[in-house]
């Protein structure tokens, strides 16, 4: 997992003022608790319990509008592990691809895999097919290492 310095956290707030819209305290609740979690994959509902804690005026709606900002202007990336709901993670910029994840069908616990283990098999799928990929997404399901030894 990247962490992010401060100064990291600050380029990213200054991005979404360069895109033209306000850090409102709202926003930078939103955006603070993800950076604060990172990796952690957090849902909507999940952001907004945290962020309520510090801007108890804030509403799901206001979460909902700031996650989908943030996903359109390439700070966060909206994910769907097949549990129901959508969960977001902060988009690195020295990531060429979205990193894997380990998804425990039975606790739902997720696990980031470091490394990107599929360049020699997007290479042969851009020559094979005269495909350009920008980037990839893979899941593999299964039991965690704590779910896998209590069955």
């Keep these: 997992m990247i962490v992010f ?3 990291e956290n600050e380029k990213l707030k200054q991005r979404l003022k360069t895109g033209g819209y306000k850090l409102t305290p709202q926003r930078r609740a939103v955006l603070n608790v993800i950076i604060d979690n990172e990796g952690k994959h957090l849902s909507t509902e999940e952001i907004y319990d945290i962020v309520k804690k510090e ?3 804030i509403g799901l709606a206001t979460v909902y509008r ?3 900002l943030l996903e359109k202007m390439g700070l966060v990336c909206r ?3 097949d549990d129901g709901c ?3 993670e902060l988009i690195h910029e ?3 691809h979205q990193h894997h994840h380990l998804v425990c069908i039975n606790c739902g616990n997720v696990e980031e895999v470091e490394g990107d283990l599929l360049e ?3 290479e042969k ?3 094979k097919y005269d495909f350009k990929i920008t980037n990839h997404s893979v899941k593999f399901f299964g039991y965690c290492s704590k779910c896998k030894y209590s069955k």
Excluded: G, V
């Design 86 to 88: 959508n969960r977001y």
């Design 125 to 127: 799928i851009e020559q």
């Design 120 to 122: 020699t098999l997007e």
């Design 79 to 81: 994910m769907n592990f």
């Design 5 to 7: 310095s401060k100064d």
């Design 66 to 68: 700031t996650l989908q």
């Design 94 to 96: 020295e990531e060429d």
């Design 55 to 57: 801007c108890p005026e």
